[in-house]
């Protein structure tokens, strides 16, 4: 399944280049060049200001995923973005990425003085204590993994999007802990690329385009409720998906007289 991951989300996010490269100089620009530039002048993050700024710059980077997300999911449907969707969009995960911007801020905010306060601590107790909030932090952060593709693909209802993220975490580990590593290394080519590619937009595509794959697993258990789920017929699931990319590859795309 990896490789017609790893070649479905290329391909969708060459097929979207430009809107891909808007976006996410979008997003840069607005989301860290603006708070950069303000803070100076309300005494810096230190300050009350400017951490109001940095906690509301925070807020804007959910909002711009959520935007990012509903246009993602276009594209792994090989639909093309445009502008008048975005209204669509934002009924659909505007109040959901705002409110799990809200909840991360408080969270990581506690977690981090929680750590800090058994930190200080010279007992067993703390150290348990400091595991399991680092643990359950682990866990969150994989778990969200899946949070705004199921906003986009199969529901809105925000406790329903945080018991479906779990849900399929759980039911999916090694496949979550792939997804990960494929997202920390588009972390490290967007920082490479100060952002442009693959940017904050191939990053939730990836995301985006890993559950829709996967989501074909449970339309087949759902059909077909005998079947043993280290059975799953996944050639035949993934067909259509692998056949509408075709025979794409690199050397085609650069040097489509050759291939």
């Known amino acids: 399944m990896f490789g017609l991951l790893i070649k ?7 097929d979207n280049l ?9 997003v840069g620009f607005f989301v860290l060049g603006v708070p950069l530039v303000l803070a100076p002048w309300v005494g810096g ?4 200001a400017g951490q109001l700024i940095y906690a509301l710059s925070i807020l804007v980077v959910y ?5 990012i997300n509903g246009y993602t999911w276009r594209m792994s449907k090989g639909e093309r973005c445009h502008i008048s969707a ?38 067993a107790i703390s150290g348990i204590m400091t595991a399991i909030l680092i643990w359950a932090t682990i866990f969150w952060v994989f778990m969200l993994q899946y949070f705004f593709p199921i906003n986009a693909q199969l529901d809105t209802k925000l406790s329903k999007l945080f018991r479906k993220s779990a849900l399929i975490f ?41 559950l829709k794959l996967r989501l074909y697993k449970y339309d087949h258990l759902e059909a077909n409720p005998n079947t043993p789920k280290n059975a799953i017929p996944w050639d035949h699931l993934l067909r259509e998906e692998s056949d509408r990319i075709g025979h794409r590859t690199l050397k085609g795309m650069f040097f489509p007289w050759r291939d």
Not at 191 to 208: E, H, K
């Open 8 to 14: 479905k989300w290329f391909f969708d996010l060459w």
């Open 18 to 26: 430009l809107p891909a490269f808007i976006l996410n100089a979008a």
């Open 45 to 48: 993050f230190s300050s009350v």
């Open 63 to 67: 909002v711009a995923v959520g935007i």
């Open 86 to 123: 975005l209204g669509d969009i934002l009924k659909r995960g505007f109040r959901q990425s705002l409110a799990l911007g809200l909840i991360n801020v408080v969270l990581f905010e506690a977690v981090g003085f929680a750590i800090r306060f058994y930190g200080k601590q010279n007992d």
């Open 170 to 210: 759980m039911d999916n580990t090694l496949f979550s802990f792939g997804i990960a590593i494929g997202s920390i290394v588009i972390i490290v080519i967007s920082a490479i690329t100060l952002s442009l590619f693959p940017g904050i937009v191939g990053l939730v595509l990836w995301q985006q385009t890993a």
